[in-house]
């Protein structure tokens, strides 16, 4: 009697055959195969293939073969087979995605860096053409840096519009100023903090606005770059930063091009000064710049956005009374308030603000070096002006200078790690190459021996 039983544990259902009781399925008299008959063979597949394969596997005995053990890898190979495109499809989504967002990173960074040195080179620009009608330096950067009041409002209107919180303007002051310690912003603090960056700000812009009136922008601009040297130096000893044999070799070349700079038109006359205030205000600005990192450290775009409208403020009450005294001594003295060239004020104000604003949120959107890399592609952007409005000829000397101080700008770039990965990736190609030179001659000699034979050459290895 044939029966059917279905097993209910989870596994596929299997048929079991019944003896009669009395009967025997093989013949009286014979003994019975090891091998069983048809029905012990698995299940036959609608193309017989699976059952042909088993059959030939069980005769021939190959490796232990157990029933069954063919379709069965043959179903675990077509699932890892399913599996290992969705794997593959998601690893390389990731990467995809990862790529992208580096090119995405790398296109607005390249974006970030024309638009700095653009502002750049048009603050530098704008500035001598208001020195036609309006030669008054300082009062040109007292009225630049009342503007930068409006970065933290910039900023809170950018944040509101792309953030879900709603903080008041007040509450986002004030988690804005924990940079300048737990308590917050207080008088005591806001003046111990903020005099000496605003004085070394301010000092800055107008030693850089007094050598636009004795050199060339192109030249100013040059020697403007040294401060990365200076910044370098400084950290050196005031912060104890690491030794880097190439920044020293950087600073080096930028005292180098600033001596070149100086002897171009010989160490006298306007010339000479204006190297010299233009090495003054890349010196305050390395100072400024070495003491924002000792007592302020790093700050995010907002703390950013609060400090410098926080010098805004400390500037329009405090050094207010310095154009003033100016005037009234006839330093800088102007006539009605209507007769002022307003639009290049704003002009220079405005670029000085988008400048600051774009090097602080392009440190956030993308690498810190374009930056650097925009403030020094200003030079060869005031070359172009110089040589095609201004129609100005530079010298063998001064050329040399400002290419030497651009290679030792460059050098300053360069990462701490930069020796180590260089040889790590020198070390790279080298293995590169090896592992391509044995598998070329691995093809060779196997392409060598198989003509060999082909030929009923038998090669006799030397003793």
Not at 351 to 376: A, E
Request: with cysteine; hydrophobic share 45%; net charge neutral.
């Amino acid at each position: 009697m044939l029966s059917t039983e279905i097993q209910n544990l989870g596994e596929e259902p299997c048929f079991r055959l019944e003896q009669l009781p009395g009967k025997s399925p093989h013949l009286a008299g014979k003994a019975s195969p090891q091998v069983n008959s048809r029905w012990d063979a698995p299940e036959v597949t609608a193309n017989g293939v699976h059952d042909i394969e088993d059959r030939i596997l069980r005769i021939t005995g190959y490796y232990g073969y157990k029933p069954g053990y063919s379709s069965h890898r043959r179903e675990e190979g077509s699932e890892s087979h399913a599996e290992t495109p969705v794997s593959e499809t998601s690893g390389k989504g990731t990467a995809y995605q990862t790529c992208a967002n580096t090119v995405l990173k790398v296109l607005g960074g390249l974006l970030v860096v024309l638009c700095v040195s653009s502002s750049w080179v048009g603050i530098t620009q704008v500035v001598q053409l208001t020195f036609k009608s309006f030669s008054c330096p300082f009062f040109i950067t007292w009225f630049s840096t009342n503007w930068n009041i409006l970065f933290f409002p910039l900023y809170y209107s950018g944040h509101v519009a792309t953030t879900r919180e709603k903080r008041t303007p007040i509450q986002k002051f004030r988690e804005c100023s924990r940079m300048f310690g737990e308590n917050g912003m207080s008088l005591k603090v806001f003046l111990k903090r903020t005099a000496p960056f605003s004085i070394l700000w301010t000092l800055t812009n107008y030693l850089y606005l007094l050598a636009l009136r004795k050199l060339t922008a192109t030249d100013v601009s040059a020697l403007y770059c040294c401060h990365k040297a200076f910044v370098f130096l400084l950290s050196w000893i005031v912060l104890k930063d690491r030794f880097m044999g190439v920044r020293i070799v950087a600073a080096i070349m930028a005292i180098t091009g600033i001596v070149m700079m100086a002897y171009a038109d010989g160490f006298h006359g306007d010339s000479f000064m204006g190297v010299a205030l233009a090495v003054g205000s890349a010196s305050t600005s390395a100072l400024y710049k070495v003491l924002f990192k000792m007592f302020l450290g790093s700050a995010n775009l907002g703390e950013a956005a609060h400090f410098f409208s926080t010098m805004g403020f400390f500037n329009l009450i405090f050094i207010s009374c310095v154009p003033l005294i100016l005037y009234f001594t006839r330093v800088e003295h102007w006539g009605s308030l209507s007769s002022l060239p307003w639009g290049y004020l704003c002009g220079v104000a405005g670029l000085w603000l988008v400048f600051n604003i774009l090097v602080n949120v392009g440190v956030v959107l993308t690498y810190p070096i374009l930056i650097s890399i925009g403030t020094l592609l200003s030079v060869p952007g005031n070359a172009a002006i110089d040589v095609l409005k201004h129609e100005v000829i530079f010298s063998v000397v001064r050329l040399a200078a400002t290419c030497i101080i651009c290679l030792g700008f460059l050098l300053l770039l360069l990462p701490e790690e930069w020796d180590t990965v260089t040889l790590r990736f020198l070390t790279t190609l080298a293995d590169k190459k090896t592992e391509e030179h044995g598998e070329e001659l691995t093809e060779s000699s196997v392409h060598t021996r198989s003509r060999s034979r082909a030929n009923g050459a038998v090669s006799i290895p030397m003793a």
